[in-house]
């Protein structure tokens, strides 16, 4: 089974991401990877870290010739920061006079749970991890299987619904022209207008020394009929995609199709009727869905929107209380962004990468492409001649 795991702290040497049961004679080059890590540090309202790390990865085992082998494949993003936290985040027993303790525990942030379930008396212990740095592994894992997922004709964007108040209003129709609109955006929303005020809201809340957070949409188009299960809680692919979606860090509602809003209307206004033709087999004319019914792919466009919180990390923050002390104080302020929505989309983007990548190889199996390939190209023509 297509898995992973990831290392690293925020202010560490480095961030490690492992990927298990990737198959072979898959092209993979540093540049796919080094585009989506890009892509996650770009985005109106984000801080100062994002100018220090301009994030690269390096490709330790598993691609050899440009080209997947079968085995771990190894990805490493060093943290340029690094060279001023060394003695801070070293491994070696003893505390420097700098430690850069953090005893003043941010509310909305995992500091004080942490600390307490840790039991640190130094939420740096916490936040090293629990910081969104940590989102960067997960990004190129998801290209990784993006690269995958292309050669099957998958493709997989997303584009900002909502900074705040601003809701995109005016958005087209097809995905080609969306996605690129979202692309040539800073605030990646394909409505001229509606991002106009997105950077405004934005803008404010910077000078307020406020966060924002939105709503981001992500769309795959490529899934044919039948990934994941109806059998089991744990194969259906919606709950997999609503988990890894909802790991991300901020993230506080997850939505497939049309989501909370099917529970405002009759059914008659939800279900999608269902069409044939030679041609396209069977089909749908709307998809309020998302794609997934019971469970498994539809063969329709499947469409995920996830709400991110506003950042806890505030210029002016909430009153909290010193973990030694135990004296009221006005929470720690580490460096930080304002919105990190368009950021989040492509964290997102690549969430839902890996749980498609993991649903496709369970479908079609196989140790390489080809192999993949065949066991794909069976099932398609199968459809066609059902
Ligand atoms: C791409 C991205 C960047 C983030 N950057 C920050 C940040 O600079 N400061 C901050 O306080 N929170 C940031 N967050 C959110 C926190 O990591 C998150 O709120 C925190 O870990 C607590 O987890 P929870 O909100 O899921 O409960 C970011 C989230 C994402 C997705």
């Known amino acids: 089974m297509l898995n992973y795991i990831t290392s690293g702290e925020s202010h560490g040497p480095q961030l490690t991401a492992i990927v298990s049961g990737f198959p072979a004679g898959v092209a993979v080059l540093a540049a796919d990877i080094n585009r989506e890590l890009a892509r996650r540090q770009q985005g109106y309202g984000r801080g100062e870290r994002m100018t220090i790390e301009q994030d690269k990865v390096e490709i330790l085992s598993g691609v050899r010739f440009g080209k997947t082998i079968g085995s771990p494949v190894t990805l490493v ?23 850069k303790a ?59 619904l909502r900074i705040g108040d601003v809701v995109a209003q005016e958005l087209p129709k097809s995905f080609d022209e969306l996605q690129k609109k979202a692309a040539d955006s800073d605030v990646r929303c394909a409505d001229a207008a509606a ?52 790991s991300i860090q901020a993230v506080k509602g997850v939505e497939i199709g049309m989501g909370f809003a099917a529970a405002a209307v009759c059914g008659s206004n939800v279900h ?3 069409s044939y033709s030679p041609e396209r087999g069977f089909y749908r004319t709307t998809n309020n869905a998302g794609g997934i019914e019971g469970g498994m792919s539809n063969g329709e466009p499947i469409i995920v929107r996830a709400a991110f919180k506003p950042i ?14 135990k004296e009221p104080f006005e929470a720690s ?3 930080s962004d304002v919105c990190v929505v368009p950021a989040a989309g492509v964290v997102a983007e690549a969430a839902i990468a890996f749980v498609l990548a993991r649903a496709f190889l369970e479908k079609f199996g196989g140790d390489s492409l080809d ?15 059902y």
């Open 77 to 99: 993003i060093k943290n340029r920061d690094w060279e001023n936290w060394r003695e801070a985040m070293s491994p070696d027993p003893g505390e420097p006079a700098d430690t």
């Open 312 to 325: 806890p990390t505030m210029m002016t923050p909430k009153a909290s209380v010193d973990l030694i002390t």
């Open 371 to 385: 192999e993949i390939k065949r066991n794909h190209h069976s099932y398609i023509h199968y459809l066609k001649n």
């Open 195 to 246: 991002a106009e005020k997105m950077r405004g809201r934005i803008r404010e809340a910077k000078e307020r020394g406020d966060t924002i957070g939105g709503v981001v949409e992500i769309i795959a188009v490529g899934a044919p009929i039948g990934l994941g299960s109806c059998m089991s809680a744990d194969a259906k692919l919606d709950a997999a995609i609503a988990q890894a979606v909802m």
């Open 102 to 160: 953090v005893t003043r525990p941010r509310p909305g942030h995992a500091d004080l749970s942490g600390c307490l379930k840790y039991a640190h008396k130094d939420a740096r212990n916490i936040l090293e991890r629990s910081s969104a740095r940590e989102t960067t592994s997960r990004v190129a894992v998801g290209a990784l299987c993006k690269r995958l997922l292309a050669e099957f004709g998958f493709v997989i964007f997303s584009h900002i």
């Open 272 to 274: 999608d009727a269902i």
């Open 333 to 335: 302020k580490e460096r």
